[in-house]
């Protein structure tokens, strides 16, 4: 009975992705399983060197790099959106699986969330 | 497992192709709002189980050269939530 939560909103530019980590972890709090999709835009969350403090806004790096300790299960994300944005996985956070976005993907969550 | 798949989104919001790469099998597309555009869209290729509500429809005028077969109502919207084991609203 896992939730998949997709994040496919950029990074700071609005609340959507933020929303959709807050509704992660807070499920994770709940000790319901959960799990994030980054795909698209929202792939850059994952982008080491983030420094959102120059926009006055909270880096998310930490959180993510401990959503294993928050029980987030998994944190995936699309391998085109990635390559797509220039993204290896050495310069992704800790813990990140590479995945493929389809149909496939999606029948193994009970609740699938775009935010 | 079906899936029915709401769909409230323009044809060019990046969450349109999403949605379309995660319909499969069974699975039913039902556009509302902005996404009923796509009946009218050329360029699209829409999957086989597709319908459309038909206020939103008639709303942006589209009853025209057969699209009309797309529409349906509120009571059939409420009938396709529940024959689906599993809904998606993007």
Known sequence: MTTLIIIDQPPYGNWAGREGLDMAFSLAAFDQ?????????GV????QGQQAELIAQKNVDRNLSAATVFGVDQLLADSTSL????????????????VRFEPALLSSYSHVVCP | MTTLHIL??????????????????????????????????T???LPARVAALAADMD????????????????????????????????
């Not at chain 1, 390559?83 to 590479?98: I, K, Q, Y």
């Not at chain 2, 009571?75 to 609203?89: E, G, P, Y």
Request: include cysteine.
């Open chain 1, 33 to 41: 399983p959960v799990a994030l999709l980054f795909t698209g835009a």
């Open chain 1, 83 to 98: 390559t797509r944005f220039g993204l290896a996985p050495v310069d992704l956070l800790a813990g990140v699986e590479t």
């Open chain 1, 44 to 47: 850059n969350w994952l982008r």
């Open chain 2, 43 to 45: 360029t699209l290729t």
């Open chain 2, 8 to 41: 409230n989104k323009s044809p060019d919001h990046p969450r349109f192709a999403l949605c379309l790469a995660a319909v499969t099998g069974e699975d039913q597309l039902l556009l509302t709002e902005n996404a009923v555009l796509a009946l009218a869209d």
């Open chain 2, 59 to 90: 709303a942006r005028g589209l009853t025209g050269n057969g699209l009309s077969r797309y529409g349906v109502g509120f009571d059939h919207m409420v009938r396709l939530t529940t024959q689906a084991s599993r809904i998606i609203s993007w």
